[in-house]
Nanobody
Framework: QVQLVESGGGLVQPGGSLRLSCAASGSIFSINAMGWYRQAPGKQRESVVVQISGGRPNYADSVTGRFTISRDKETVYLQMNSLKPEDTPVYYC???????????????WGQGTQVTVSS
């Protein structure tokens, strides 16, 4: 079993910054990819940024130049700058994990953290 625990959400004014963190723990043999998604009420979950291990991150057009993903072993971060009201949804961490040798990779989700951009 793999757990993803997110932190760092909150209320920020337009133009401000926040940094989200997501720590993976549990039965982890390797992590193939980590990323961040977000979902507004009544809308589908959308990709914010995904990074395959060892590869370049793939950002959504709406956040390119403002958001930056980074990773330190089993923790992934999302630095969000120049925040806009439309960046407000719940943010979810995702990790594609192999739990043991020769096992199939599976995707896991965090519980979500609310980001509110409002004056």
């Amino acid at each position: 079993q793999v757990q993803l625990v997110e932190s760092g959400g909150g209320l920020v004014q337009p133009g401000g910054s926040l940094r989200l963190s997501c720590a993976a723990s549990g039965s982890i043999f390797s992590i193939n990819a980590m990323g961040w998604y977000r979902q507004a009420p009544g809308k589908q979950r959308e990709s914010v940024v995904v990074q395959i291990s060892g590869g370049r991150p793939n950002y959504a057009d709406s956040v390119t130049g403002r958001f930056t993903i980074s990773r330190d072993k089993e923790t992934v971060y999302l630095q969000m700058n120049s925040l806009k009201p439309e960046d407000t949804p719940v943010y979810y961490c995702n990790a594609v994990v192999v739990t043991e040798w020769r096992a199939q990779a599976r995707g896991y989700w965090g519980q979500g953290t609310q980001v509110t951009v409002s004056s």
